[in-house]
Structures are given as C-alpha cells and as structure tokens.
C-alpha cells in the first residue's frame, strides 16, 4: 500500500524558515516524479512544486520560486521542501503527492498533509 | 498561463446526473483529471486522461474534453458525492499543474 506521511509543520514568523519531509512508502520511491501541493485554509489547492525521479528536474509554481527549493533522498525515501522567507499567504495544509506510473501530470496518491502557519 | 474555471457550486438531487464544468484556454488539446475532496481529507482521483477511470472509482463518473471545456460527470448521483471537484491539467509550456478553482457538489 502507498503511504505519503508529511511531517515538520507549524507555527511560524513571517520572513522564517521551515522544511516539511514526507516519508513514502509501499512503491519505489525513485521511480516516480513527486510534488508538493497546498491548500490554504477554505480554499482551492495549488501546485507548488515537483521533481523528477533523480532530483535532476525541478519546478515550481511562481509564487514561490526563490523562495522554497524542492528536494529528494532517494535512499531514505523521502521527499522535502524547504521554505523560506515565509509569508501570510504561503500558511496551508502542504501536501505530497506521488504522479502516476508511466503518466506525467496525473496525481495518483496524496499524503494526509500538514499545516504550516506563518503569523506573528 | 493556463487558467482553469470551474462553476463555485452546485447542488443535485439523489439519482440524478450531476455536470460539472471546467473550461481553459483550448482545453481539449490537454489531458484532464479530475478529483474529489470530502471535508478533511485529501483528495482522491476520480478521473485521469480526460474520461479514464482509476481502478475502485464507481462507473458513475465520467469525463470528457472538447474545445475549451472538460466535463465531469457523475451519474445517479449519491449522498457520498457531496465534495468538493476540482480539475486539473497539466501545462506543458511551463511545467506546470494547474487546479481548476472548485466546485462544491451538494446532494439534497
């Protein structure tokens, strides 16, 4: 069974810093793209960011280019993503969520998420 | 960029077939997934490459894109519908996932 498990979110000052982790499970990790998705409270989800299977590609959603950086360990299974110089509006539930096999831009799986909030 | 626009609401009732649109800039030239989301939970993807099913999603739901509108249907409409949809679709030019803005489903 594919788990997604988020964890390292929380309370944070405007213009801090935090890394969220997911920890996969149940599938080979480094054969699929992985994404970060997040959905401010009440609202749509948005796409952040993704990379690819080697950590080789990476992208991100404009908002958050130069701020945030996507990254892979492919030995420990585990997806991350650093955030920094946070804002009001960057406060969501973050999610990761695995692409499908074979298939770019579908989502097959999603973790539980975790909440960052970004308030002084 | 892409854009994608999804109705803010709907309702429907028991049994019957509930439409939901998404509409883009020449859509139809891209694959569209859809998904579900009930309050709390993350999504769940109900349709992928526009009217493909994954496997455990009920024949009820279906997909279609022409034009600059995908459509999601979900036919004999049940209580446990009542979620939250939205679409997606992947922007090749810029890499891109793009959400459509949602469509909450109410069943009554």
């Known amino acids: 069974e594919v788990q997604l498990v988020e964890s390292g979110g929380g309370l944070v000052q405007p213009g801090g810093s935090l890394r969220l982790s997911c920890a996969a499970s149940g599938f080979t990790f480094s054969h699929y793209w992985m994404n970060w998705v997040r959905q401010a409270p009440g609202k749509g989800l948005e796409w952040v960011a993704n990379?690819?299977?080697?950590?080789?590609?990476?992208y991100y959603v404009d908002s958050v280019k130069g701020r945030f950086t996507i990254s892979r360990d492919n030995a420990k299974n585990s997806l991350y993503l650093q955030m920094n110089r946070l804002r009001a509006d960057d406060t969501a539930v973050y999610f990761c969520a695995r692409d499908a096999s074979m298939v770019r831009g579908v989502i097959t799986h999603w973790g539980q998420g975790t909440l960052v909030t970004v308030s002084s | 960029s892409l854009e994608l626009t999804q109705p803010p609401s709907m309702s429907v009732s028991p049994g019957q077939t509930a439409t939901i649109t998404c509409s883009g800039d020449n859509l139809g030239v891209r694959y569209t997934c859809w998904y579900q989301q009930k309050p709390g939970q993350s999504p769940v993807l109900v349709i992928y490459?526009?009217?493909k099913r994954p496997s455990g999603i009920p024949e009820r739901f279906s997909g279609s894109n022409f034009g600059d509108t995908a459509t999601l249907t979900i036919s004999g409409t049940q209580a446990m519908d009542e979620a939250d949809y939205y679409c997606q679709a992947w922007d090749t030019s810029t890499e891109y996932y793009v959400f459509g803005t949602g469509t909450k489903v109410t069943v009554l």
């Open positions: 490459q526009d009217s």
């Open positions: 990379i690819n299977q080697d950590g080789g590609e990476k």
